[in-house]
């Protein structure tokens, strides 16, 4: 029995404060099969939409630390965007707990309404099947 179901064609997205990775539950009922769609950096998610950091840095605050919390906002609003396109009905988050914390501070209500759970761990350097394993 699995710890965590996600749903069929659901989107998972595994992040931390340097890149995303996206991937959708290609299986069907009970069964997890994961398919990667597509991986996201800060340098992809900036060009798209022209943000800069979000809000003021405090001054005990490190460029990278940042650099980590304008990732996470603006992967928080390209979810919303995907959201709003139809590209997913259904996604679970799966960030390291500074990463979870800063995207929960600024996801949108529609996307908060859409998760099916959080999971506050890191597996970004994990291999696809690992990331099943460990969903599984």
Do not use: W
Request: proline share 4%; with cysteine.
């Amino acid at each position: 029995m699995s710890k965590h179901t996600v749903p069929p064609d659901a989107l998972i997205v595994v992040a931390d404060g340097a890149k995303a990775i996206l991937l959708r539950n290609t299986g069907t009922g009970s069964e997890l099969a994961l398919k990667e769609e597509k991986r996201i950096t800060p340098k992809s998610l900036s060009a798209e939409s022209g943000q800069g950091p979000s809000g003021s840095r405090p001054g005990d605050q490190t460029i990278h630390q940042t650099e980590e919390a304008t990732f996470a906002k603006q992967l928080a609003d390209a979810l919303y965007a995907m959201r709003h396109k139809g590209d997913f009905k259904q996604v679970v988050l799966i960030a390291d707990p500074q990463t979870l914390g800063q995207m929960r501070e600024c996801l949108h209500k529609e996307v908060e309404a859409s998760m099916v759970f959080t999971l506050s761990k890191d597996y970004t350097n994990q291999s696809v099947a690992d990331i099943q394993k460990a969903l599984s």
